[in-house]
C-alpha cells in the first residue's frame, strides 16, 4: 500500500501557458469519422534521470469540453493498457471496424459527458516505457501510484485549463489498487499544494474492483456454483478445504483445495469467457484466417463484438496509426498487446494481497465521493465480494443509508440495483462484463453520468 508523506511532490517552476501542447495534437486517426472534438497523444516523464515516460491519449467532451469534468480512466492487470481497454474497446469515442482497418463511432462514449483522459501505466505497458530495464521487474502498487501522481502534475501542467477543472479518478479491475492508492496521494499532496495549484478531486469510481484478494477469490467460486457453471460436489469441497482469509497468490494452498480449485477449469470448460459467461468467445484462428481473406470478421454476441480486441491490436500495430497516435516513439522490440506479457513486464505478486479498504476509508472520511460498480456477468472478480466489500467498508465507518437496495433503470428496463450509503455507492449492471462499458454500453454510460452529476441514479420506471 502506497504510504503518502507530504511534501514529496512539487510542480516544477515551469511558466503555465493557455491551451494545449500542440505537438501532442493528434490531427485524425487513419480511417476516423469525422468529429468536432480534440483529441490528444503523447508522453509525460515521470522520472527523467531513468528515461521513464508514460503515454496517454486525451479526448476532449463532445460538446462544451469547458463545462465538462475530466476523468482519469485506468485499466488494471496489472499490466493492461487503458488505450486498448478503456479509449477503444469501452468507453471512448471510437472502436476499430471489423476490418481492422478504420473506426467507427462510439455511441455511448463517456465524452458525451467529460473530458477523458486515458493512461498507460506502469512503464512496460502498452507504449509507456523506460530506458532503466530495471524499471520493467520492479513494478509495484507503490511505485505505480507514485509515477501516475508524478504524470498527473506535469500533465496539467501541458493542459493548464483543466487545473480548476471537477476531476474524478476511474477504473476497473486492478485499478482497484491502482485508484484508491493514487487518491491518497492526491489528498496528501492538496494538503500542502504549490501555491497556484492544487487537484479538484471530486470522488472515485471503480468497475469490478479487487479490494481484497482474500474475499474477491472466494467470490469467485461462489459466482460458478450460482450460475451453474461448476457442480455441488466441487463447491462444496472448496468450502470446507479452502482457507480463503489466509489466501496468497504467492502461498501454498493445501493439496485437497487445490485439487477442487483445479476441478472448476474441466467443469466450466475452455469455451466459456470467463470476464462475461453469458458472451460467446472469439475464436482466434477463425479470426485472423477471415482477416487474411478480407472478410468482415465481426463475431456478435448479445449484441456485443466479441472479437473486438484483435480487432483493436491489429489496428494499433500499424505504423500509420502510431505515428498519429505519437505512439511508439522508442520502437518497442515487441508488438502492441491489450496486456503486456510477462516479458516485458514483472509485477510484483505480493501486491494482489494488499487491502485496499482502509484506502477507500481514507478517501471516504476526506468526503469524496466513491462508487464501487460491477457487471453482474463477471466471475472475474465478482459483484458478490464487491457487495461484501461495500458492506464492511459501511459498517466501520457506520455510513447511514440514504438510498436503500433498489434496482434502477435505463430505457424503462432494468439496468441493475443499487443501494448508497453516505458518500458510497454500489451498484450492479445487469447482463454486464467485467468491462461493462464494453458489454452494456447505454447503462454504462447512464450509470457513469448519473456519478459525475451527483445525481440518484432513477430508481423508478421511466
Keep these: 500500500m502506497v504510504r503518502p508523506s507530504s511534501g514529496i511532490f512539487r510542480l516544477s517552476p515551469h511558466v503555465t501557458w493557455s491551451g494545449a501542447p500542440k505537438e501532442d495534437l493528434i490531427r485524425k486517426l487513419p480511417g476516423q469519422p469525422d468529429v468536432e472534438f480534440k483529441q490528444y497523444g503523447g508522453y509525460v516523464t515521470v522520472d527523467p ?42 468507453l471512448g469515442p471510437f472502436f476499430p471496424n471489423a476490418y481492422a482497418d478504420g473506426l467507427v463511432r462510439n455511441s455511448h462514449s463517456w465524452n458525451k459527458v467529460a473530458n477523458l483522459l486515458f493512461l498507460e501505466s506502469p512503464a512496460g505497458v502498452g507504449w509507456s516505457y523506460s530506458n532503466t530495464s530495471d524499471d520493467y521487474f520492479s513494478a509495484t502498487d507503490e511505485s505505480t501510484a507514485r509515477d501516475n501522481m508524478m504524470f498527473l502534475l506535469n500533465w496539467f501542467e501541458k493542459f493548464p485549463d483543466y487545473k480548476s477543472r471537477k476531476f474524478f479518478l476511474t477504473g476497473e479491475s486492478y485499478a482497484g489498487h491502482y485508484i484508491p492508492q493514487l487518491g491518497a496521494l492526491v489528498i ?82 475452455p469455451f466459456i469467457n470467463g470476464y462475461d459467461v453469458f458472451l460467446d468467445v472469439c475464436l482466434p484462428g477463425v479470426a485472423e484466417q477471415e482477416f487474411r481473406l478480407r472478410k468482415k470478421i465481426a463475431r456478435r454476441s448479445l449484441g456485443v463484438d466479441v472479437c473486438i480486441v484483435t480487432e483493436m491490436e491489429i489496428y494499433m500495430n500499424r505504423p500509420d496509426v502510431q505515428a498519429a497516435l505519437n505512439a511508439n516513439v522508442t520502437k518497442l522490440n515487441h508488438p502492441y498487446t491489450q496486456c503486456s506479457s510477462s516479458d516485458v513486464l514483472h509485477y510484483s505478486l505480493s501486491n494482489y494481497s494488499i487491502n485496499i479498504l482502509p484506502v477507500l476509508e481514507n478517501l471516504l472520511q476526506h468526503g469524496l465521493r466513491v462508487l464501487l460498480y460491477s457487471g453482474d456477468a463477471d466471475q472475474v472478480v465478482p459483484f458478490i465480494g464487491t457487495r461484501k466489500n461495500f458492506d464492511e467498508l459501511s459498517n466501520r465507518l457506520e455510513l447511514p443509508t440514504t438510498v436503500n437496495y433498489t434496482a434502477w433503470y435505463h430505457g424503462k428496463q432494468v439496468a441493475g440495483w443499487t443501494i448508497a450509503n453516505g458518500n458510497l455507492t454500489f451498484a450492479t449492471v445487469r447482463a454486464a462484463a467485467h468491462m461493462v462499458p464494453y458489454s452494456q454500453p447505454a447503462r454504462a454510460l447512464t450509470l457513469f453520468t448519473s456519478y459525475i452529476t451527483g445525481e440518484p441514479l432513477v430508481s423508478h420506471e421511466e
Design 49 to 90: 534521470q531513468k528515461g521513464r515516460a508514460l503515454y496517454y491519449y486525451f479526448v476532449e467532451a463532445e460538446h462544451d469540453p469547458q463545462e465538462k469534468p475530466l476523468i482519469l480512466w485506468l485499466n488494471g492487470g496489472p499490466g493492461c493498457s487503458s488505450i486498448a481497454g478503456g479509449a477503444f474497446t469501452e
Design 188 to 269: 496528501e499532496y492538496n494538503k500542502n499544494p504549490t501555491k497556484d495549484f492544487s487537484f479538484n478531486l471530486q470522488g472515485v469510481a471503480i468497475g469490478n474492483p479487487l479490494l481484497r484478494l482474500n474475499v474477491d477469490a472466494a467470490a469467485v467460486y461462489t459466482f460458478l456454483w450460482s450460475h451453474g457453471l461448476i457442480s455441488d460436489k466441487t463447491y462444496k469441497g472448496i468450502k470446507s478445504t479452502c482457507d480463503f482469509m489466509s489466501y496468497e497468490l504467492t502461498g501454498e494452498i493445501s493439496d485437497t483445495c487445490d485439487e477442487f480449485i483445479y476441478a472448476t477449469y474441466g467443469e466450466e470448460g
